[in-house]
Structure formats: C-alpha cells, structure tokens
C-alpha cells in the first residue's frame, strides 16, 4: 500500500501517543537513511510536542552491524517524556528494555555549519553531564529493530527518558573508564563503561554535532543528549525498581508501572 511521508508519520505518532504497537507497517520502508530523517521529521511534526534535545541509537559495532548501518542514528527527545530521577513511568507496548547512558545538557548552541565540530569545541558547549535510563522501543512490528530505516522513523526508538543529578567535576573523570552498572530490584544486572559509548560519550556527542549540522539543523543550549547505552538494552517489566549507578558519581532512579 502507496502511502504519503504525512500518512505514514501520522500513523507513528498516532501510535506513540498510545502507548501502542501497530501490527503491520504503515506501508513501505523509507527508500533510504536520509528519506527515514525525512519521515523522522514529519512525525515530530506531527507529535506536536515540544522537544527538549536527541538521543543517539547504535553507538556499538554490534548494533550497527544487526541493524544494517555503519554509524550511529539519532532522533528527537519530547519534553513531556523527559523526567527526572525517581519518575514512575508506564512500560507501554513494544518496548524493548532499557538501556544505562551518559547524558550531556548544553551551555551553548552548536548551530549548523560548513567545518565539523571538533570534540573539543563540542566539550567546551557541555553545562554538565548526567547520569541517564532511556526506555526504547518500537510502535512497529519486532522485525522494523533491523532495519535502520525504520528505527529512525520510528521516533529513533525512545520511549521515555529520565536524567539524575548532575555529575560533580565531570571534566576530571575518566568517562571511557567509568563504570556503569544496571540495577533491577535491587540486582546487578548488567556493568559497563563508558568506552562502550563509541570508545568516549564525547565522541557520540560529536558525531551528532556533526551530523545534525550536516543536514542543516543544530544542537541548541540547555538541549539533553543521551549519548548510548553502555550497559546494553536490558528487559524491564511493570513493577520493577531501576537504578543505573555509575562509579561513584551518582545515580539515577525509576520505577516501573503498568501502561
């Protein structure tokens, strides 16, 4: 079935707002990656909700190779589904877990421009880093988690996001080094680092720097950047307690309930 980018957008943000995952595609795949940032574009559009930064998918080599992309992809926060620390929220349909990151909160904009940003430039716009729970899923059937073109349409897979307290004196730490654990009811169940973030959070903070300002759009202050997952996407269910604890810097708490 022949549908418009508006018709198909519609439909995923229809199904977002529901809480609901459709059981068949909204007709075909978006021919390619930069026609999937155009329906991505559409279904902001047409969530008309106000957006409050990005988060970044496939920030690993084994991601990337089992979704069919060479780099990472990258889709809108909504305001209304960024909380804070000890937030209750639904598991609606179709999600697919949770994953532990480093969060970025900006000082200053990084507008669209000819040169790349150097990770530098891009640390020098940093306010403060967080500790973070994103809650990621589909709208789609299973299948559309591999295939690239669809995870991007499909609002970059964010479900919900949840950022703790600011971590202290961050400019000293090691972030590739730090530890990050997952916690579920009160057990470990996953440890990472943040290395596992594209080697360094930073690096995934420039890319999308760059790739942002590569199609004309640009990061502006106090937007939130989830940066990746270093712990992976770990299975949650209505009535689990969740905290992501890294090193000994903070932490960063929420519960589960039912959609």
């Known amino acids: 079935m022949t549908m418009s980018l508006t018709e198909q957008a519609e439909i995923l943000a229809s199904a977002r707002k529901a809480g609901r995952a ?3 595609f909204p007709g075909d795949p978006p021919a390619n990656v930069d026609e999937a940032y155009r329906l991505q574009g559409e279904v902001q ?3 008309d909700e106000p957006v409050c930064g990005w988060k ?3 920030t690993s080599r084994s991601v990337q190779e089992a979704i069919g992309t060479a780099e990472p992809f990258a889709g809108p926060l909504y305001g209304p589904r960024c909380h804070g620390t000890g937030a ?3 598991v609606p349909e179709g999600v697919l877990g949770l994953e532990c990151e480093f969060a970025f909160r900006l000082a200053r904009p990084l507008p669209p421009r000819p040169l790349p940003y150097a990770p530098e430039e891009v640390v020098e716009a ?3 880093v967080h500790p973070a729970i994103e809650l990621v899923g589909l709208c789609l059937p299973p299948e559309a988690f591999r ?3 669809w995870c991007i349409a ?3 897979l964010d479900v919900a996001f949840v950022a703790g307290a600011a971590i202290p004196d961050w400019h000293g730490l090691d972030l590739p080094a730090l530890s990050v654990r997952c916690v579920i009811n009160g057990k470990d169940v996953a440890v990472g680092n943040g290395a596992a973030v594209l080697g360094n959070p930073v690096t995934a903070l420039t890319w999308l720097a760059n790739a942002l300002s590569r199609r004309g759009r640009g990061l502006l202050a106090d937007d939130w950047i989830s940066t990746g997952t270093c712990t992976g996407i770990q299975a949650v269910r209505p009535g689990d307690v969740v905290e992501a604890v890294f090193g000994g810097t903070g932490s960063v708490r929420v519960a589960f309930t039912g959609a």
């Open 22 to 24: 459709l059981r068949e």
């Open 45 to 47: 559009a047409a969530m």
């Open 56 to 58: 970044i998918g496939a």
């Open 88 to 90: 209750e929220l639904p």
């Open 126 to 128: 940093v306010g403060s």
């Open 147 to 149: 295939d690239v073109r």
């Open 154 to 156: 499909d609002h970059a």
